[in-house]
């Protein structure tokens, strides 16, 4: 189990806006079919969706190397996962 915090992964951007959404999409993922970009484009929780599993992907490598956590506070309060951590 993975924990994110969806903001993290995206970073600036205006997520209300539907057109800031699409561009954001355009600008870091240019590879994405157009209608998947749509449709991740299509409302706040799609984009959140979209991004979070795209750099999870791009980190895969990184992500199955992740080690069990052992220390107590993080066992119950989770760490955020995030690329650059």
Do not use: C
Request: without cysteine; hydrophobic residues 45%.
């Amino acid at each position: 189990m993975v924990e994110i915090y969806p903001r993290l992964l995206t970073g600036p951007v205006k997520k209300s806006n539907e057109a800031a959404r699409t561009e954001y999409l355009r600008a870091h993922f240019p590879l994405i079919e157009s209608e998947d970009a749509i449709r991740a484009a299509s409302s706040e929780d799609a984009f959140d969706a979209a991004v979070s599993a795209l750099v999870m992907a791009a980190h895969r490598d990184r992500l199955s190397s992740l080690q069990p956590v052992t220390d107590a506070t993080y066992k119950l309060e989770g760490i955020i996962w995030h690329p650059a951590a």
